[in-house]
Nanobody
Framework: QVQLVESGGGLVQPGGSLRLSCAAS????????MGWYRQAPGKQREMVAH???????NYADSVKGRFTISRDIAKNTVYLQMNSLKPEDTAVYYC????????????????WGQGTQVTVSS
C-alpha cells in the first residue's frame, strides 16, 4: 500500500510564502506523475500543478508565475513553493501520485494524500 503524507500548510498573510511537501512511501517502483490539487469551501477540487517523471511542469493559470512545483524522484517527494499568496489561494491542498507501480503488484494505481490546509489572511 502506498501512502502520501503532506506537510507545510498553515496560516500566512497575503503576499507571503509557504512550501508544501509530499512524501510517498510504500513498496514503490516508480511514479509517473505527482502533483497538487486544491479545494476551497463550496468549490470543486481543481488542479494546481503537476509534473511527470522527466517532464515539464504544468500549472493552473491562476498560479502561474507564483507557484513552483518540483520533484525529487529518488525520494518519491514533490514540493510546491507558493509565493505572493492571495486570499483566494485559501484551500485544502491535496497531493496526488498517478501511474504508481509497486513491487509485487500488477498495473498502475493512483493515490491521494489526506490534505493540508492553507489559509491566506491578514
Amino acid at each position: 500500500q502506498v501512502q502520501l503524507v503532506e506537510s507545510g500548510g498553515g496560516l500566512v498573510q497575503p503576499g507571503g510564502s509557504l512550501r508544501l511537501s509530499c512524501a510517498a512511501s510504500g513498496s514503490i517502483f516508480s511514479i509517473y506523475l505527482m502533483g497538487w490539487y486544491r479545494q476551497a469551501p463550496g468549490k470543486q477540487r481543481e488542479m494546481v500543478a503537476h509534473i511527470a517523471s522527466g517532464g515539464s511542469p504544468n500549472y493552473a493559470d491562476s498560479v502561474k508565475g507564483r507557484f513552483t512545483i518540483s520533484r525529487d524522484i529518488a525520494k518519491n517527494t514533490v514540493y510546491l513553493q507558493m509565493n505572493s499568496l492571495k486570499p483566494e489561494d485559501t484551500a485544502v491542498y491535496y497531493c496526488t501520485a498517478s501511474g504508481v507501480l509497486t513491487y509485487g503488484t500488477r498495473g498502475e494505481s493512483d493515490y491521494w494524500g489526506q490534505g493540508t490546509q492553507v489559509t491566506v489572511s491578514s
